[in-house]
């Protein structure tokens, strides 16, 4: 039996840790909502539509404020300290990205811009902690 070299070790467990670890590290944290203050807030949008109050659980309700079904496929495309990004596809109801930028616990800003219902959106809003969900 022939003895394998130290070159050729080390770039096999480079390979293995790699495809391993490779479906860990493309899944980011999204550490930055689970900041958040939990509870009742109020999204506010910017073009004077009608404010929204949602029920706070882990800030990831942020992502989707037009797409309220689940099973849509998400893309971390930023995940900072204070801000994240995500793009998301719904299968059969379009898609979108979404930018949250973390003022405070209980403050954040939210832009985003997609595809719902076969039409397109685009928002700004400012989001608010308003006490427990009701």
Not at 51 to 72: A, D, K, M, T, Y
Not at 98 to 125: H, M
Request: aromatic letters at 6%; one cysteine or more.
């Amino acid at each position: 039996m022939k003895a394998i070299s130290n070159r050729k070790m080390a770039a096999l467990a480079a390979l293995t840790v790699t495809v391993l670890a490779g479906p860990a590290l493309a899944q980011a944290s999204l550490a930055m909502l689970g900041t958040l203050d939990r509870g009742g807030w109020e999204v506010r949008y910017r073009d004077g539509s009608a404010p929204r109050n949602i029920c706070v659980r882990s800030g990831q309700e942020f992502i989707q404020l037009r797409h309220s079904e689940s099973g849509c496929n998400r893309f971390v495309v930023e995940d900072g300290k204070d801000q994240v990004t995500v793009q998301y596809t719904c299968r059969g109801n379009g898609y979108g990205r979404t930018n949250i930028r973390k003022e405070g616990a209980g403050l954040v800003q939210i832009d985003s811009q997609g595809i719902a219902d076969g039409r397109p959106f685009q928002f700004s809003a400012e989001a608010r902690r308003t006490g427990a969900c009701r």
